[in-house]
């Protein structure tokens, strides 16, 4: 028993300091249409930091040293995020800004950054495909770089320790409400535990009636590198995009795809209402901003009545 303990922990120390994150980060963005006409979607403000920001540190306490994120036409603003800046390093330097100072430097020092364009928007399963050869033939992880997962674990370093037990490819799901399925990739499976499924089946933005389940696929994968071989034999799809569920149907055929329902929130930045209230509500949670928001809110609510 201890040896076997043992040798689970070198396993998933040895997987987690070994894998890589793909983060795509390619979309156009039109439903925050026209505020993304030329400012990426993923840089939008949450609180005190972009979204992708969020992203990119979850792989980085998972223990993430190199990631690669796959932009488009308009999106040099996240290269630069994430670069140094010399000119506002001496300024903030030279005002004696020091935690300011402090914190640009950390972000862009956190983990070996790669970009990778995607030259036409072609779809999620697209941009995957275009990791095939920094990724090489290891697994990896996929974090969508329009959604915050918080919890005490991060949620890809949940899937990066299934994995390790488990092998094949994890996908983070939630149950999602009846009216809701057709905006996500539902899973049909059969429940191996608590929070664990031996997934038979995925469909992609079924309608509430096609179904299987009420699991949503939520954004966060660990995938074995068979998925690429998967992609290039996935046709397009809906809009005539290749659709990552589509391929992951076709690895369920061929080894275990598992899903994961993870401990922890998952806030979507995909559309103007649910980046307003993932705002709203981690600005709540602010120490700094917090009291002052709420106080101003009780008394806007009050003004309503």
């Known amino acids: 028993m201890v040896v076997a303990s043992l040798k689970q922990k070198i396993m998933k120390e040895y997987v987690g300091d070994r894998m890589k994150a793909v983060i795509p980060a ?16 993923e840089m939008l403000p949450v609180v005190h930091k972009p979204t992708i920001q969020y992203v990119v540190e979850e792989a ?34 030279n005002n004696g800004r020091t935690e300011d100072l402090e914190e ?35 697994p990896f992880a ?18 990066i320790d299934m994995h390790a037990e488990l092998g094949g490819s994890i996908i983070a799901v939630e149950p999602v409400s009846r009216d809701k399925v057709q905006d996500y990739g539902i899973i049909k499976g059969t429940n191996i535990s608590d929070n664990l499924y031996d997934i038979e089946d995925l469909v992609e ?28 034999r996935t046709p397009p799809g809906r809009g005539g995009e290749i659709q990552l569920t589509d391929a992951l149907r076709l690895l369920s055929k061929e080894e275990k795809v598992y ?10 930045i995909g559309d103007k209402l649910g980046w307003l209230k993932t705002t709203m509500e981690l600005a709540l ?17 009050a003004q309503q009545r």
Do not use: W
């Open 26 to 41: 390619a979309g156009l963005g039109v439903r925050f249409l026209p505020l993304t006409k030329d400012m990426p979607k």
């Open 60 to 93: 980085v306490s998972s223990g993430i040293k190199d990631i690669l994120i796959i932009t488009g036409r308009g999106k040099r603003s996240i290269e630069d995020h994430f670069d140094r800046s010399l000119e506002l390093e001496n300024v903030l330097g």
């Open 104 to 138: 640009i430097i950390r972000i862009a020092n956190m983990a070996n950054i790669h970009y990778l364009r995607q030259k036409v928007p072609l779809g999620l399963g697209d941009a995957v495909l275009l990791a095939r050869q920094h990724v090489g033939n290891e």
């Open 142 to 159: 996929v974090m969508l770089g329009d959604t915050i997962n918080l919890s005490k674990v991060p949620v890809v370093k949940q899937l």
């Open 205 to 232: 933005k079924p309608s509430p009636e096609e179904a299987p389940s009420d699991m949503g696929i939520t954004g966060t994968y660990v995938l074995s590198p068979r998925i690429f071989d998967c992609l290039e």
């Open 259 to 268: 899903g994961l329902k993870f401990e922890g929130r998952r806030y979507d």
């Open 285 to 301: 949670e602010d120490p700094e901003l917090g009291p002052q928001l709420s106080e101003y809110l009780q008394l806007l609510m």
